[in-house]
Structure formats: C-alpha cells, structure tokens
C-alpha cells in the first residue's frame, strides 16, 4: 500500500509530467505551423535580408517584454505584487500556452505555475483575464487613433474600430475596470477580489501595453523597409495601427491559435497603402515568425529561471 506520505511527491510528478507535456504539445504545433510554411518562410527571409530581421526580432523581443511588464502590474494591482525573476518564469513560460486553440490555456498555466510559490490560483487568472482586456482595449484605442493614416481598404472594411478610441478610454479608466471585472467574474462564478483594482498600477498596466504595441510597431518598420516600398511620413503610425488592430482581431478569433492566419490577412491588408501584396505578405509572415521566434526566446528564458525561484 502506498504511505500518506508519498501522496504529495506523486502529486508532484504528476504536476511535473503535465506541464512537460504542455510545453512538449504547444512547441510541436509551433514546429508544424514552422515546417508547413517554411518554404514561405524561406523565401521572405531571402527577399528580407538578416539585418531587418535581426532588427525585427529586437524590438519584437521588447514589446514581448514590455507585455510581461504589464501583466505583473495587473498582478500588483490586485494585492499579489511578484520578484521580477518570478513573473518573467510564470509569464513567459504560461505564454506558450496562447500557440494551443483558445485563449485560455496561458492562463491556466500561468495560474498553475504560480501555485507553486504561493499566489492563489484565482488572483492569477483574474490577472490574465484583465490583462487580454487591457491589451484588447488598448490594441483598439491605438488601432481607432492611426487608422485614418493606414489604407483606405483598411478604413471601408475596419471604420468601425474607430468605435475604439471612446471605448477604451472609458473602459481603461481604473473605477471602471474595477466595476467591469467584477461584474465577469460574477457572471463566470469565480472568486471576487477581496480588493478594488490599485488604479496607480492599473495606470501603470496601460503604460506598458502602449510601449508593447510601439514596439510592436517598429519590429515590422525594418520588415517593411527591406522591401519595395511608399512608406511615405506615417510608416511607424501604419506599422503600429495595423499590428494593434490585427492582433486584437486575432485574438477575438479564438479557434485560432494566437490568431493564426486572421492576424496576417489584415495586416496585408493594413499595409496595403505602402507596399504590394507580394510585399505585405512577406511581412506579414516574418513578423508572425518574429514574434514565434520572441515567444520561444522569452520561454527558454524564463524556463532557465526556474532555479532562481524554488517553490515554497
């Protein structure tokens, strides 16, 4: 008979054989949607050049960065303030989740890899619940403000999102937010705060969401650039409204993973006013593989970092 005692290690293995097999699952599909387009791939990066992706991949690096910044302020803004190497391990690494269908799974996993250190399963998934509203809201706040510098195709088919910009200032605004969260956690019957939001940090969260899709926007300037082009004087406006509005349009579309395909498709048609389709989609398709690239990068990162934050 096995001993009471030996219940939690088994437990522990368990656990430990789960979420190797999440990742194991989450980098196949990234290595099949890679292998399926790699002769795609090959020919962007050929017509691109390594030094607009080299330059690509930085920025993408620290919009990706500027993201976990943000969540760990949505974190502190509901009473669970975490160490710098303790949200880049639970953040980055929950992220691979976002490459499985749905967009729930990197907040399952991030909930379950805070557990280990003390943070109540409840307050992590509030945080990343919160935290895909405040980029959705800022993603349309940023996308309403540039878009009447993008394509008009981009303006007759998307005018709506322009909707955005009175929204999401209302909504981001902290009492508001506070209000808007309880009220979904009350109607998917999960735990309330035991505190309002902290609207300096909610503040703070916003702060670090428009620095991301900055970022965002200038890791596809080089990309662009690389190409044939008539980027004319709003090249960073286009870039940074175009991505904020395809990735928000993505992510909406939740069967798929991390807005495959729907993410690209608008984003050809938001750089339509500055290059050719031929063009667009060779941008469209390094970035997507930038960004896999930076979320790879960022895990491999703070799965090293698992050392510096043993379990309680």
């Known amino acids: 008979m096995t001993e009471p005692t030996d219940r939690p290690a088994q437990r522990s293995r368990s656990r430990t054989a789960l979420r190797v097999a999440f990742l194991a699952v989450a980098l196949l599909l990234i290595g099949l949607w890679i292998n399926d387009r790699s002769a795609q791939l090959g020919a962007a990066f050929q017509r691109t050049g390594v030094t607009a992706i080299a330059l690509s991949t930085l920025a993408a690096l620290a919009g990706l960065l500027a993201s976990s910044f943000c969540w760990r302020s949505l974190l502190a803004a509901l009473g669970s303030p975490m160490p710098l190497r303790l949200s880049l391990h639970v953040f980055f690494v929950g992220q691979i989740g976002k490459y499985l269908p749905g967009n729930v799974f990197a907040v399952a996993a991030q909930a379950e890899l805070a557990r280990d250190h003390g943070v109540p399963r409840s307050r992590i998934v509030t945080a990343g619940l919160v935290f895909l509203g405040v980029l959705t809201a800022t993603g349309l706040l940023v996308a309403a403000a540039v878009l009447p510098f993008a394509s008009p195709d981009v303006l007759r088919s998307y005018g709506w999102v322009l909707l955005g910009l009175p929204i999401g200032v209302i909504v981001l605004a902290p009492p508001v937010l506070d209000r808007l969260v309880r009220f979904a956690l009350r109607t998917l019957r999960r735990p309330l705060p035991d505190r309002s939001l902290d609207g300096r940090q909610v503040l703070v969260a916003v702060g670090w969401a428009l620095v991301m899709w900055g970022c965002y926007g200038l890791h596809l300037m080089p990309l662009v650039l690389a190409q044939p082009h008539d980027s004319g004087r709003h090249l960073l406006l286009v870039s940074t409204g175009g991505y904020a509005l395809a990735w928000t349009a993505g992510f909406l579309f939740v069967v798929a993973p991390a807005g495959a395909g729907v993410r690209e498709a ?16 060779a941008v469209a398709l390094l970035s997507r593989g930038v960004q896999t690239l930076g979320d790879v990068v960022w895990a491999a990162v703070g799965f090293a970092l698992r050392r510096d934050v043993a379990p309680r």
């Not at 608008?266 to 667009?280: D, F, N, S």
């Open 266 to 281: 608008i984003l050809v048609l938001a750089l339509a006013g500055i290059a050719r389709q031929p063009e667009a989609t």
